[in-house]
């Protein structure tokens, strides 16, 4: 677009009047800073990354991560989101860290948008664990100087979850995963078990579902213990569909189909939070084959 433009302005225009010569450079001088300032550099963007001035102070790249976040449901097909544009909110974050913000918030949005990535954008696993890593590295750094953050150990207690599933569950239980998983989340049910609709309770009732029990490694993982910290979940966060979908499996694993009807119907004649379009979403899928596999069909 702008080799054309300069290209007929030069033809047409450079010998006329000097206001019209002056017009020119104006025009092109605003091109260029629309091209380096506001436009991604090539570099950038074919690695599906946000360009960033390396002038812009670094309280920008977090508002410039915050407005890709809202963002992240574009592009929604087939159970997969656009990646670029959630990768373009990991850009911006990292951007941040790597100028000196080293806050709380900061980890806590880059945790939040990693999750994101790696579960409904992302689905080779290398690129999976090379973000959840990177983001990972950054939370431990910033959890050590807010050790009593409520959304950091919640946060972490997931990177770690969704760490221990990519790299397989057993051989992460083997690792101690698990009980790092448990005692991140239980930091976050002492802090503040209200936090995230539930957060912490959702976790350990996750936790105590999908962890193995491993004799002589990992002996507490437990179906009946999940539910009742997912009944704890749904209490503090009862329009939160994860809750019930998680409780839901739950319900059926115990055997308890009913129970777990009632919280399938739930989901599916929920509103679609506007906020959490994609993870709603998901959640009534998942919901839909759960329901079609407790009736049987």
Do not use: C
């Amino acid at each position: 677009m702008l080799s054309a433009t300069n290209h007929y302005l030069t033809k047409q225009n450079y010998k006329s009047s000097p206001a019209v010569r002056r017009s020119y450079y104006l025009m092109l001088s605003l091109m260029l800073i629309m091209l380096f300032i506001v436009l991604p550099g090539a570099e950038s963007q074919a690695a599906g990354k946000a360009f960033i001035s390396d002038k812009a102070p670094k309280e920008g790249y977090q508002k410039i991560g915050d407005e890709f976040y809202a963002k992240r449901a574009d592009g929604f097909k087939d159970g997969l989101v656009d990646s670029s544009i959630i990768s373009n909110a990991l850009a911006a974050y990292q951007k941040a860290y790597a100028l000196g913000d080293e806050s709380e918030e900061l980890a806590v949005k880059l945790l939040r948008a990693t999750y994101f990535y790696t579960t409904y954008a992302e689905k080779v696993p290398a690129k999976q664990k090379k973000a959840l890593t990177d983001a990972m590295e950054i939370g431990e750094k910033i959890l050590a100087d807010h050790p009593s953050s409520v959304a950091l150990n919640y946060q972490m207690a997931g990177a770690w979850g969704t760490w221990g599933e990519l790299n397989g569950i057993f051989s992460s239980a083997r690792k101690g995963v698990a009980d790092k998983v448990k005692k991140l989340a239980e930091t976050a049910e002492e802090l503040d078990p209200s936090y995230a609709e539930g957060g912490a309770y959702r976790t350990l009732g996750r936790l105590h579902y999908k962890a193995p029990r491993i004799p002589f490694i990992i002996s507490w993982p437990s179906k009946k213990e999940s539910q009742k910290y997912l009944e704890k979940a749904v209490k503090l966060g009862p329009t939160n569909l994860t809750n019930h979908l998680f409780l839901a499996e739950t319900l059926f694993a115990n055997g308890n189909n009913k129970k777990a009807l009632r919280q399938i119907d739930y989901i599916l004649r929920a509103k679609v939070n506007p906020t959490k379009q994609i993870e709603d979403l998901q959640d009534k899928k998942d919901a839909e084959l759960l329901k079609k596999k407790i009736s049987g069909e």
